[in-house]
């Protein structure tokens, strides 16, 4: 393009219109060239402006800069009140027992301490009643992706495998034994439930139970740890996670808390406690992350104490897997810490590996999730080898390691080894079809329940997979 055109209007600028420009780096307060000494000192005349041409070629662009969103208004967007700290969480483990918009069933009874070990309540539903419900609350035995939110009381089918376990922690308890039982099966065919239908049936017959509700929580990094002093190999304790679960504990187990004494005086612990008082007492100590592994280790040996009256004991793990491998902590070297070396599951894993044992007798039962767990192969194997061991004679072959495969871990092999697997599998038809009148009489299924309907749903939960079942029949009413 020729030089001699403007840029901006392609208009060709004629010798007058040019401006005079004045050189730029001349600077404006020297003073012109001048004879006398007089006028050197003289500040000059300003240069007579000339008239400006707005089609002329300007040397600099000067004035006002386009602005493409001149018109356009700051949108003022209004997000609310951010959430607090651990609001989230909290709305998402959220636990709604009730539903007042469902029916209230009128042949339903309230359990009692014998329901769930008698056979001949086999395929009955019974509600909880309020203060076991409170106990079981405070214990977080309720999950929050069961179907509790449509019933107007939270109710429990009793099944064969719900006897079966029943009658093993009553025959324990009975001989001053601990039954030592994993619950494996499908993915919701209720092993959580299970559990808590064990917890419901101590709770009522006055055990003390301990519930961890989710055992990912202890092996995943999310909670303070810190070396033991004094242990080798080293022990690590968990002391944030002990002090929650010993304030679960106190609530959730206050009556027999308040009949139980120490058998020795704990000095060590932030209030004295002497000997005879209660253990409920013992757990009130607990106050602070800092004192709490303390605590732990005081009421776990007054727990274990022998030679003093004690009442049976329940020791409940949900997701067994997560505590079945190396964990997500790492030592000060930072290597990988295992499982087994945090201090909170080696007192589990000894229990299940029948090491230690209940002075009172009891029951330390685990399951197994299918909706969140990583897979551990040594687990998996054991598990398989000893339910084909309690088969009768001969029904299944006993499953053998894979020779070329490198990743069997010693450790939890040595703590299954000799566990009593449940299996649950999907309910009866009888079950199938008791559990569906309730839902009937609650208002939830609006259909006839006769046997075609059983049989359907039945087949489309995948044979009487109780959380299948749900969604089949009553996935319209989720809430
Ligand atoms: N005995 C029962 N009485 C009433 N409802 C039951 C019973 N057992 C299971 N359910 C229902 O089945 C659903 C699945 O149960 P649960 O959460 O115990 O399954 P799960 O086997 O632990 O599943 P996962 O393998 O995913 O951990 C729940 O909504 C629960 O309400």
Request: charged letters at 20%.
């Amino acid at each position: 393009m020729s030089a001699s055109k403007c840029l901006r209007c392609l208009v060709r600028p004629s010798p007058t219109t040019l401006p005079v420009s004045v050189p730029q780096h001349v600077p404006k307060n020297i003073a012109p060239f001048s004879t006398t000494g007089a006028k050197a000192g003289q500040n000059p005349k300003p240069a007579p402006s000339v008239p400006k041409n707005p089609n002329a070629l300007q040397p600099y662009r000067s004035g006002k800069k386009m602005t493409l969103s001149k018109f356009k208004k700051n949108k003022v967007i209004d997000r609310g009140k951010a959430p607090l700290p651990g609001e989230r969480k909290a709305w998402r483990k959220r636990i709604s027992l009730s539903n007042d918009n469902a029916l209230p069933v009128p042949w339903l009874t309230q359990m009692r301490p014998g329901d769930m070990a008698d056979s001949g309540n086999v395929a009955k539903v019974f509600s909880l009643p309020a203060g076991l419900q409170d106990q079981l609350r405070a214990c977080e035995a309720f999950k929050p992706t069961q179907s509790w939110n449509m019933f107007r009381t939270p109710s429990v089918l009793v099944r064969n495998e719900t006897v079966d376990v029943m009658g093993r922690m009553q025959q324990a308890a009975g001989e001053n034994k601990t039954a030592r039982l994993v619950l494996t099966g499908d993915k919701f065919t209720g092993k959580s439930l299970m559990l808590l239908q064990a917890m419901a049936h101590a709770y009522l017959n006055e055990w003390i139970v301990i519930h961890v509700p989710d055992a990912q929580e202890l092996t995943t990094a999310s909670t303070e740890y810190a070396p033991i002093p004094g242990t080798d190999p080293v022990q690590y304790m968990q002391p944030n996670y002990v002090l929650k679960l010993i304030q679960n504990f106190r609530k959730a187990n206050e009556a027999v808390l308040s009949k139980t004494y120490t058998a020795t005086a704990h000095p060590e612990l932030p209030q004295n406690i002497t000997v005879n008082t209660p253990l409920l007492n013992l757990c009130q100590t607990a106050k602070e992350p800092e004192g709490a592994w303390v605590v732990f280790r005081a009421l776990w040996n007054e727990l274990m104490a022998k030679n003093v009256p004690r009442p049976p004991i329940l020791f409940t793990l949900d997701g067994l897997a997560h505590i079945m491998k190396m964990s997500d902590y790492r030592s000060p070297s930072f290597e990988l810490i295992h499982s087994h070396d945090l201090a909170f599951v080696r007192h589990f894993t000894e229990l299940l590996a029948g090491n230690t044992s209940f002075p009172g007798g009891g029951a330390v039962i685990a399951a197994t999730s299918r909706s969140n767990a990583p897979r551990v192969p040594s687990m998996e194997l054991v598990l398989a080898q000893r339910e084909a061991e309690q088969a009768p004679r001969g029904a299944a072959e006993v499953p053998q390691p894979d020779p070329f495969f490198r990743g069997y871990d010693k450790r939890v092999e040595s703590v299954l080894r000799s566990v009593d697997v449940v299996r649950v599998n999907g309910a009866s038809k009888p079950e199938a079809r008791s559990l569906m009148e309730y839902w009937a009489a609650s208002g939830l299924l609006r259909d006839t329940v006769d046997e075609k309907l059983v049989t359907e749903k039945w087949a489309l939960g995948g044979n009487g997979v109780l959380g299948e079942m749900e969604r089949a029949a009553l996935m319209t009413m989720r809430i």
